[in-house]
């Protein structure tokens, strides 16, 4: 099926960075969804973004709705190791997600 | 906040068995609840749209037959697996939205497969 662009796939970094992983699509999008899964578990809602041009922060992330509704980003400022996961974006109403990207965090 | 639920977090049964995972939505009536296949180090597949009193809606290569859906109630979807196969082998995660909302999905805790 259909799949957004998301990159980087993988990101191994030091405690304390910071992060920032983006979407992209061919398509545009009236909502972005952004979210984390632990291994194991069902992803988590961490940001949502409704509108063209739309920054969201919720604590250390902040995540942006591109200006043509085509691409997102998030960021994580200042990574503690429980923000290990794989987060993924999502283009909703078409419920299409990004091929993840894997947050490792060295200590 | 929104709270899904889904039973059992894990099924190990043998090849040719049926197998029935529950998708509840706690605190919410959802109208609509998704079905989605993960495979390891892979993303979210979605596999089906589960409406509350009529037929789900399949993505393409996804067999009916194969994946039966219920969705007798606002707060309870159901996914059969019959004559599950090795290759059906996966992580099955549900989700739900909130009656009325456009968006976003909530989503359970997900049922790993293994069939032997």
């Known amino acids: 099926g259909q799949q957004l662009n998301q990159s980087p796939q993988s990101m191994f970094i030091q405690e304390g960075e910071d992060v920032s992983m983006n979407c992209t699509s061919s398509s545009i999008f009236n909502t972005w969804l952004w979210y984390k899964q632990d291994p194991g578990e069902g992803p988590v809602l961490l940001i949502a973004?409704?509108?063209?041009?739309e920054l969201t922060s919720n604590g250390r992330l902040t995540a942006q709705f591109g200006i043509t509704r085509k691409d997102s980003f998030l960021n994580i400022s200042a990574s503690i190791p429980s923000d290990v996961g794989i987060y993924f974006c999502?283009?909703?109403?078409?419920?299409?997600f990004g091929q993840g990207t894997r947050l490792t965090i060295n200590p | 906040g929104a709270v899904v639920s889904q039973h059992p977090s894990r099924v190990i049964c043998k090849s040719g068995t049926s197998v029935k995972i529950e998708c509840r939505s706690l605190d919410f009536q959802a109208t609509t609840m998704f079905w989605y296949r993960q495979f390891p180090k892979q993303s979210l597949m979605l596999m089906a749209t589960s409406n509350e009193g009529s037929k789900a809606t399949y993505e393409q290569g996804v067999e009916k037959d194969k994946f039966l859906i219920n969705h007798a109630s606002l707060t309870l979807s159901t996914l059969t697996v019959t004559s599950a196969h090795p290759e059906d082998s996966s992580f099955y995660i549900c989700s739900a939205r909130p009656q009325g909302e456009v968006q976003p999905q909530h989503f359970g805790d997900g049922t790993r497969l293994s069939i032997l």
């Open positions: 973004l409704y509108k063209a041009g």
């Open positions: 999502m283009g909703a109403q078409k419920l299409v």
